[in-house]
């Protein structure tokens, strides 16, 4: 094909997500292609051969169980006001459109795309582990966040348990804890957190990102409805448990008009602290965000994208660790004075809710471990 007929990139993605097997994924789906991820040395795309007529199968969920080696992470990233982490599984099923996790996936040669999505590990052995790394000598306790990678209480969670048992631990060992999720499942867990909230030691943020139903559901397909995210909210401030509400991410003219509204709803249900994210698109999410724009909002792509570079030094993203969480430029800036004012006004801060304690750790004694003489 002459260079000069070669479709515009906008017009690739067309076609692509215009295929039969694209349109079979649709369906309560974040994205809606699988192509290969960076490190694979083929690159594989499933097309409609036009041989079959057959209706394709469903597309399912499936999740593998995995036995890890460690469960605690650590960061040194200065932007993140914690240094561990634990991730109960990998991927997520809420399939959000924008999940910045995505290209996690293709570590284990799987696609950014649908497979993280629908192709789940669930670290079994989790609790386990965390007893075990809770119990060495030279642990110093810190808050351990959950939620920093994947959901812990997406839909898989119901039947593993996993985030449950992880909790069990931490709070017979008197260990603190901040959650970030976007299900009302937290709920389900409100007999530890309101135990382990009397003692300082937990306190949980959730994801609003829209009041929009319609929007919320594009945005997110199998995550809780932000209706019965905030319900969560007010159920779990009621009960004495430290809440925030995390209005992230913010996405130029898609969601940003929204912002004050969620900060009122958020603060009606005496909800004390706030933050917010500005869109992030590393690596292979920079393809599956135009190609989710292509699909739910075709007219806004270019004036969206235009926003968002705006916002990253004229890119689709800059990773400088101080500013990829806020972004730069005029856009931004406005995001941040509309947030501040906001928050003013309705009484909320960034660190409302104070430090968790972490003198009341007990280590926990593994059979066939050396007792302390003290």
């Known amino acids: 094909m002459p260079a000069d007929e070669i479709p515009p990139p906008e017009a690739q993605r067309a076609e692509r997500l215009a295929t039969p097997l694209a349109q079979a994924h649709k369906r309560q789906r974040g994205s809606y292609t699988n192509q290969s991820g960076r490190f694979e040395a083929l690159?594989?795309?499933?097309?409609?051969?036009?041989?079959?007529?057959?209706?394709?199968?469903?597309?399912?969920?499936?999740?593998?169980?995995?036995?890890?080696?460690?469960?605690?992470?650590?960061?040194?990233?200065?932007?993140?006001?914690?240094?561990?982490?634990?991730?109960?599984?990998?991927?997520?099923?809420?399939?959000?459109?924008?999940?910045?996790?995505?290209p996690s996936h293709a570590y284990l040669g799987l696609?950014?795309?649908?497979?993280?999505?629908?192709?789940?590990?669930?670290?079994?052995?989790?609790?386990?582990?965390?007893?075990?790394?809770l119990s060495k000598p030279g642990y110093t306790p810190k808050e351990i966040a959950l939620g920093a990678n994947t959901d812990p209480y997406q839909p898989i969670e119901r039947q593993y348990r996993i985030t449950r048992?992880?909790?069990?631990?931490?709070?017979?060992?008197?260990?603190?804890?901040?959650?970030?999720?976007?299900?009302?499942?937290?709920?389900?867990?409100?007999?530890?957190?309101?135990?382990?909230?009397?003692?300082?030691?937990?306190?949980?943020?959730?994801?609003?990102?829209?009041?929009?139903?319609?929007?919320?559901?594009?945005?997110?397909?199998?995550?809780?409805?932000?209706?019965?995210?905030?319900?969560?909210?007010?159920?779990?401030?009621?009960?004495?448990?430290p809440t925030a509400v995390m209005v992230a991410p913010i996405i130029p003219a898609i969601n940003e008009h929204e912002i004050e509204g969620i900060l009122e709803a958020a603060a009606g249900l005496g909800v004390k602290e706030a933050h917010y994210v500005l869109l992030r698109l590393p690596l292979e999410l920079r393809e599956l965000f135009r190609e989710w724009l292509l699909q739910h909002y075709p007219g806004k792509l270019r004036h969206v994208m235009s926003l968002i570079q705006s916002s990253r030094g004229g890119k689709d993203y800059d990773a400088n660790f101080a500013t990829r969480q806020q972004g730069t430029g005029l856009f931004a800036d406005m995001i941040a004075k509309r947030f501040r004012l906001a928050m003013e006004r309705l009484g909320m801060k960034e660190r409302a809710n104070g430090k968790l304690r972490c003198d009341l750790f007990e280590r926990p004694t593994l059979p066939g471990s050396q007792l302390s003489l003290f």
Not at 79 to 95: A, K, L, Q, T, V
Not at 111 to 133: Q, T
Not at 205 to 211: G, M, P
Not at 232 to 239: D, F, R, S
């Open 43 to 102: 690159s594989r795309e499933a097309f409609d051969d036009g041989w079959s007529e057959e209706e394709l199968p469903p597309f399912r969920t499936q999740t593998l169980p995995e036995r890890a080696v460690s469960i605690i992470t650590r960061n040194e990233s200065p932007d993140i006001p914690f240094d561990r982490s634990i991730n109960p599984y990998r991927g997520c099923e809420h399939g959000c459109s924008y999940c910045y996790a995505r």
């Open 111 to 133: 696609s950014p795309g649908l497979d993280f999505e629908s192709r789940l590990y669930a670290k079994l052995n989790a609790a386990e582990l965390l007893e075990r790394e």
């Open 165 to 241: 048992q992880i909790l069990e631990v931490l709070s017979a060992r008197k260990h603190p804890v901040t959650i970030v999720t976007k299900n009302a499942l937290v709920l389900r867990d409100l007999d530890l957190l309101v135990l382990m909230a009397e003692q300082g030691l937990a306190k949980v943020a959730l994801s609003v990102t829209t009041l929009d139903a319609k929007l919320g559901r594009a945005m997110e397909p199998r995550a809780s409805t932000n209706a019965k995210r905030l319900d969560a909210l007010g159920v779990l401030t009621a009960a004495g448990i």
